[in-house]
C-alpha cells in the first residue's frame, strides 16, 4: 500500500520560504503514469491545488501559485518537495502530498492517496 508523509516545520516567518518534503512509500514516484501533487487547505477554506510533479519530473502550477511556488524531488530518496517562497500568514494552511492519475487534485478520488497533512502557521 502507498503511504505519503508531509515533514517540515510547523511555523514560518513572513517573507521567509516553506519547505515541505514528502516521504513515499510502498510505491516509487517514478512509477508510470502518476502525479504527485501538493494540495493546501486554509482555516475555514476549501482545497487549493497548488502543483504537482509528474513521474518523468515535468512540473505543473497553479497559475495563482506559480511565481512563488517550486516542486522538486530526489528519487534516491523517493521523495519530493514543496518550496513556497515569500510567505504571508494568508499561507497558513494544512499542507497535503498526495498521488493520483490526474495532475490536478482538489478531492480524494478512490484511486489516490493522500498524506495525512501537516500544519504550516506563518507568523512572527
Known amino acids: 500500500q502507498v503511504q505519503l508523509q508531509e515533514s517540515g516545520p510547523g511555523l514560518v516567518k513572513p517573507s521567509q520560504t516553506l519547505s515541505l518534503t514528502c516521504t513515499v512509500s510502498?510505491?516509487?514516484?517514478?512509477?508510470?503514469?502518476?502525479?504527485w501533487s501538493w494540495i493546501r487547505q486554509p482555516p475555514g477554506k476549501g482545497l487549493e491545488w497548488m502543483g504537482a510533479?509528474?513521474?518523468?519530473?515535468?512540473?505543473y502550477y497553479s497559475p495563482s501559485l506559480k511565481s512563488r511556488t517550486s516542486i522538486s524531488r530526489d528519487t534516491s530518496k523517493n521523495q519530493f518537495t514543496l518550496q513556497l517562497s515569500s510567505v504571508t500568514p494568508e499561507d497558513t494552511a494544512v499542507y497535503y502530498c498526495?498521488?493520483?492519475?490526474?495532475?490536478?487534485?482538489?478531492?480524494?478520488?478512490?484511486?489516490?492517496?493522500w498524506g495525512q497533512g501537516t500544519q504550516v502557521t506563518v507568523s512572527s
Open positions: 498526495a498521488r493520483a492519475r490526474e495532475v490536478v487534485v482538489t478531492s480524494k478520488g478512490r484511486n489516490d492517496y
Open positions: 510502498g510505491g516509487s514516484i517514478t512509477t508510470s503514469s502518476y502525479y
Open positions: 510533479i509528474a513521474y518523468s519530473g515535468s512540473t
